[in-house]
């Protein structure tokens, strides 16, 4: 029996909406802690955007050529890479394949954290933590230099559901999202994980020194 009109366009458009909703999950990414994401970088900077080119940076394996964004940058300050100024960083070209959009027009200054390839070159995607620098708070910027590295030793573990508790010394549960209802909550705006003076990890918001019991070290 032949199929209707009708239900051949209602079969493509399940086809379609399938393959849209696979595409739109092909990107997915679990929120970190600012600090977390420093930790896991390779590359931390802070720059301007003044370029953007789509290039071809090879083949796959089926020989088709892999395209990505290239994005010219102006480094203004270096926190954690190499020696030598980070002058591109690249992604890929759409958000399905956790590819980054930024302005390119020179006005907005980010930080940008992401991974140093095997040629030098600084790949980033949406699950680095990639935001524009006026949205950083005092504190951010502060531990950018000093305190998140001094917190790569400890663990910030993500509280999905209450109750939740930590399961080593080294642990520090970070509770924005269940307590705020936001990824980027208080913990994230204004602290920092911090090893203590027994070796133990805890939080410190880091405006005042940090008293003699929390740390056997000066405030950095």
Known sequence: MPFSVNGILCTLVVLILWRAEEIAEACSCAPVHPQQAFCN??????????????????????????????????????????????????????????????????????????????????????????????????????????????????KIVRCPSLPCEISAREDCLWTDLIIEKQVYGRQASHYACVKRADGSCSWYRGVAPPKKEFMDAEDP
């Not at 949406?126 to 305190?147: A, E, G, H, V």
């Open 41 to 154: 970088a390779d590359v931390v900077i802070r720059a301007k955007v003044v370029g953007e080119t789509e290039v071809d940076t090879g083949n796959d394996i089926y020989g088709n050529p892999i395209k990505r964004i290239q994005y010219e940058v102006k480094q203004t300050k270096m926190f954690k890479g190499p020696n030598q100024d980070i002058e591109s960083v690249f992604t890929a070209p759409v958000s399905a394949v956790c590819g980054v959009t930024l302005d390119a027009s020179g006005k907005k200054e980010y930080l940008i954290s992401g991974k140093a390839e095997s040629d030098g070159r600084m790949h980033v995607t949406l699950c680095d933590y990639i935001m524009p620098w006026d949205s950083l708070s005092n504190t951010q910027r502060k531990s950018l230099s000093q305190r998140y590295q001094m917190g790569c030793d400890c």
